[in-house]
C-alpha cells in the first residue's frame, strides 16, 4: 500500500524557535493536508494543500505542495506551548482515503 | 461550528462480543469515513462511504466490520465479533463533495478485554 514517509518522529522546541517536518511519498497526491492532534483527540486539520508547488499559511503555521506531488513540508514560526501535540500529514484524492504519516511529536525542552 | 460527533467516547467489550460504534457527520456533507488509530501509532483507514454505499476499504475491514447510514444523520461502523486486536480508537470523518478536507470526530476508544 502507499507509505507515507514523515520525520523527524519527534523534536524538542523551546519557545519562540521554528519548527520545521516533512512527508515525502512514493506515490503521487492530489493533495496534501496536515494535521495535529492532541492526547485522546481527534486530528484536527490545519492546512489543505491542492496544487503542486503551493505554498499557504495559517498564522504561524506555513506548508507547501511539493512539485513533483510526492513531498510536502510544514513550518511553525516562533513556536508556543500550545503548539506540543502530534503533527500528521496525510496525503488523498478527492472523495477517497487519506493516507497518513507517521507523525511527528513536538515536545518542550526542559 | 458545525462538527463530526461521535459516541460513545469510551466502549468497553468483551472478547467476542458485537459492538456499534456511532457517529454524526457535519449536516451538508456526503462522504463518510472510518479510520482507527492504535494507541501511539498512526491513522489508518478502514472505510469510506458515499451514496449509500461503501466506495472504498482496506484491508483491515473484513467481514467482520460493517457501515451503515440507518437516516439521514447517523453513521455507524459495526465489529460483529470484537478480537483483542481491535482494541483502537476510532474515528469517523466527514467531507463535503468537491473538496478534500475531511473533518474528524473526537473518537470512540473501543477497549476489547
Known amino acids: 500500500g502507499q507509505q507515507l514517509n514523515q520525520s523527524p518522529q519527534s523534536m524538542f522546541i523551546q519557545e519562540g524557535e521554528d519548527v520545521s517536518m516533512n512527508c515525502t511519498s512514493s506515490s503521487i497526491f492530489n493533495t496534501w493536508l496536515w494535521y495535529k492532534q492532541d492526547p485522546g483527540e481527534g486530528p484536527v486539520l490545519l492546512i489543505a494543500?491542492?496544487?503542486?508547488?503551493e505554498l499557504t499559511s495559517n498564522g504561524r503555521l506555513t506548508a507547501q505542495f511539493g512539485i513533483t506531488r510526492k513531498d510536502s513540508f510544514l513550518n511553525i514560526s516562533a513556536s508556543i506551548p500550545s503548539d506540543v501535540g502530534i503533527y500528521f500529514c496525510?496525503?488523498?484524492?478527492?472523495?477517497?482515503?487519506?493516507?497518513f504519516g507517521g507523525g511527528t511529536r513536538l515536545m518542550v525542552k526542559p | 461550528e458545525p462538527e463530526v460527533t461521535q459516541t460513545p467516547s469510551h466502549q468497553v467489550t468483551q472478547m467476542g462480543q458485537e459492538v456499534i460504534l456511532r457517529c454524526v457527520p457535519i449536516s451538508n456533507h456526503l462522504y463518510f469515513y472510518w479510520y482507527r488509530q492504535i494507541l501511539g501509532q498512526k491513522v489508518e483507514f478502514l472505510v469510506s462511504f458515499y451514496n449509500n454505499e461503501i466506495s472504498e476499504k482496506s484491508e483491515i475491514f473484513d467481514d467482520q466490520f460493517s457501515v451503515e447510514r440507518p437516516d439521514g444523520s447517523n453513521f455507524t461502523l459495526k465489529i460483529r465479533s470484537t478480537k483483542l486486536e481491535d482494541s483502537a480508537m476510532y474515528f469517523c470523518?466527514?467531507?463535503?463533495?468537491?473538496?478534500?478536507?475531511?473533518?474528524f470526530g473526537p473518537g470512540t476508544r473501543l477497549t476489547v478485554t
Open positions: 496525510a496525503g488523498g484524492r478527492a472523495g477517497n482515503m487519506l493516507t
Open positions: 470523518a466527514s467531507l463535503l463533495s468537491g473538496i478534500y478536507e475531511q473533518y
Open positions: 494543500l491542492y496544487k503542486a508547488g
